[in-house]
């Protein structure tokens, strides 16, 4: 396997020039199970070696101990990297399965002044509102996030899990750089109205999950199973019981692919999604998350990797065969408004 450095793509119309592939940090302190803080650092470096300069983290992520973590990593390598964090969600630590969503001004000026402290830095470069509240237009909550930009705090701006219409209205207040959703084999409800409303607006889309939080890469086949129980992804309906084993049947094509390449089938995952730019005709920054280099290693690899016609049609069917949605309560997902 080469370690090359991996192409670059832009963060909105005018934002930085940025890694094509981001990395995925929430696991290395929250959801997944057992973490590994020696493995997720030599992670981060090695994904910087490689070319990723994105970076994903948010403050719900461990109740900000996510960001604390990242902390000194960006603080060694702060000209080197694009900070992407996010405000809005808080996940109560007695109560794992429920969702806080607030979307107001003193909130959101709350927040990031919280997450400037913990990431130890005075601008932060992507700033994504994480859920949609639907009792808060918009349009009033990006106008909050607007003059973070105009005091300097945030450069860009970023909204995650939006419909196309509330990507249209926030759009009409300050320009977004990127949204954010899930987007992967096995997801891929934005491609009816998100993906062609970001292509218009010339906004850039960050996937998240591309690997299926790594159901699609074959490592587990049962969260209930096969995962701890701290472990987030048994939460979730796609990935336990009869569900699990009606997707499991679903990665043979990714197999004969991953075959014929002599790839992984996470690398076949992401060679997919990463192909979706060329496919819809905009940028397309996938953050796999990842705490050990040797799987940012595989990962960056991805980018090199391009999937003809054939193998892009064996692929296609998959997702209108998942069993389970991606979360057990969508409201909180685009397509649960849609």
């Not at 129980?229 to 997707?247: I, L, V, W």
Request: hydrophobic share 40%; with cysteine.
């Amino acid at each position: 396997m080469t370690h090359s450095t991996i192409p670059t793509a832009r963060l909105g119309e005018n934002g930085p020039e940025i890694g094509v592939q981001g990395l995925g940090c929430m696991g290395m302190s929250f959801a997944y199970g057992p973490t590994d803080a020696d493995a997720s650092r030599a992670a981060l470096e090695r994904a910087l070696e490689l070319g990723v300069t994105l970076y994903d983290t948010a403050d719900a992520y461990g109740a900000g101990e996510n960001e604390k973590f990242l902390s000194p990593f960006f603080r060694a390598h702060r000209d080197e990297v694009v900070i992407a964090t996010k405000f809005a969600l808080t996940i109560p630590p007695e109560d794992p399965s429920r969702r806080i969503i607030r979307n107001d001004a003193p909130y959101i000026r709350e927040a990031v002044e919280a997450s400037l402290r913990r990431l130890d830095v005075d601008v932060i470069d992507l700033y994504y509102m994480h859920r949609r509240d639907v009792n808060v237009p918009i349009e009033d909550t990006v106008a909050v996030m607007a003059e973070l930009v105009r005091e300097g705090k945030v450069k860009q701006l970023g909204l995650s899990e939006v419909t196309a219409t509330e990507l249209r209205a926030a759009q009409g207040v300050h320009p977004i750089a990127a949204v954010q959703s899930e987007w992967s084999l096995f997801s891929r409800d934005i491609e009816a109205q998100v993906v062609p409303a970001a292509r218009e607006l010339g906004v850039s889309l960050v996937p998240y999950s591309p690997l299926g939080r790594g159901f699609l890469t074959g490592s587990f086949a049962d969260a209930a199973t096969d995962l701890t129980a701290d472990d987030f992804r048994r939460q979730q309906p796609r990935y336990t019981g009869e569900n699990a084993a009606a997707n499991a049947a679903l990665l043979e094509p990714v197999r004969t692919v991953a075959e014929a390449h002599g790839a992984s089938l996470g690398q076949i995952a992401l060679a997919w999604v990463q192909q979706r730019s060329t496919v819809h005709g905009l940028p397309v920054i996938p953050i796999p998350g990842t705490s050990k280099p040797g799987r940012v290693e595989e990962n960056t690899a991805a980018t090199r990797i391009v999937l003809s016609d054939e193998e892009l049609d064996l692929l296609e069917p998959i997702s209108a065969k998942v069993a389970g949605d991606r979360y057990a309560d969508m409201r909180f997902a685009s397509a649960g408004r849609e």
